[in-house]
T-cell receptor, first 109, second 111 residues
Framework: QKEVEQDPGPLSVPEGAIVSLNCTYSNSAFQYFMWYRQYSRKGPELLMYTYSSGNKEDGRFTAQVDKSSKYISLFIRDSQPSDSATYLCASIGDDKIIFGKGTRLHILP | EPEVTQTPSHQVTQMGQEVILRCVPISNHLYFYWYRQILGQKVEFLVSFYNNEISEKSEIFDDQFSVERPDGSNFTLKIRSTKLEDSAMYFC?????????FGPGTRLLVL
């Protein structure tokens, strides 16, 4: 059973648009949820970190967790070409990070 | 800003050879991890390390793999006899709490 699922994309949006990235997870015991950004040939870089349900905002980025539906979202406002990367959702289970497969995002200038 | 570093950035080796991948975690971190990412696939957990011992390992982390913290700064992953399917990016991570910080990775190519 895949514990964190994510549409691999690619997702292409025009510059300035709002981007919505989504994941689902299967284990209701998960409490910590993260979004990582990974540029080509680089390590994952932590973007947002949330605990339990609710929203968290950091600049142009908003992370949202809905535990009732086991749904994780990342919204990017005013998207920039530099936002083009792979976005990985993740959760912590049994002392390790469980990643989704990542969604490739292309912001078109 | 402190960061996790990894060496080498690229490693090419022959099947059956031993490789050692090196990581320098962030200095005040206590938990250390190795992950791998086969091209086009998800990042997969290999092993976690705390207090000089393995705290958890995945099914991937078989007897061919070992980890060591030989001194106060380095954290190494050794693959004793590499196989073709070991070709991947290997990421080291460290944490002091729940948030893990990743290094840039070592790209391993087994021929």
């Amino acid at each position: 059973q895949k514990e964190v699922e994510q549409d691999p994309g690619p997702l292409s949006v025009p510059e300035g648009a709002i981007v919505s990235l989504n994941c689902t997870y299967s284990n209701s015991a998960f409490q910590y949820f993260m979004w990582y950004r990974q540029y080509s040939r680089k390590g994952p870089e932590l973007l947002m970190y949330t605990y339990s349900s609710g929203n968290k905002e950091d600049g142009r980025f908003t992370a949202q967790v809905d535990k009732s539906s086991k749904y994780i979202s990342l919204f990017i406002r005013d998207s920039q070409p530099s936002d083009s990367a792979t976005y990985l959702c993740a959760s912590i289970g049994d002392d390790k990070i469980i990643f989704g497969k990542g969604t490739r995002l292309h912001i078109l200038p | 800003e402190p960061e996790v570093t990894q060496t080498p950035s690229h490693q090419v080796t022959q099947m059956g050879q031993e490789v050692i991948l090196r990581c320098v975690p962030i200095s005040n971190h206590l938990y250390f991890y190795w992950y791998r990412q086969i091209l086009g696939q998800k990042v997969e957990f290999l092993v976690s390390f705390y207090n000089n011992e393995i705290s958890e390992k995945s099914e991937i982390f078989d007897d061919q793999f070992s980890v060591e913290r030989p001194d106060g700064s380095n954290f190494t992953l050794k693959i004793r006899s590499t196989k073709l399917e070991d070709s991947a990016m290997y990421f080291c991570a460290s944490s002091v709490g729940e948030t893990q910080y990743f290094g840039p990775g070592t790209r391993l190519l087994v021929l």
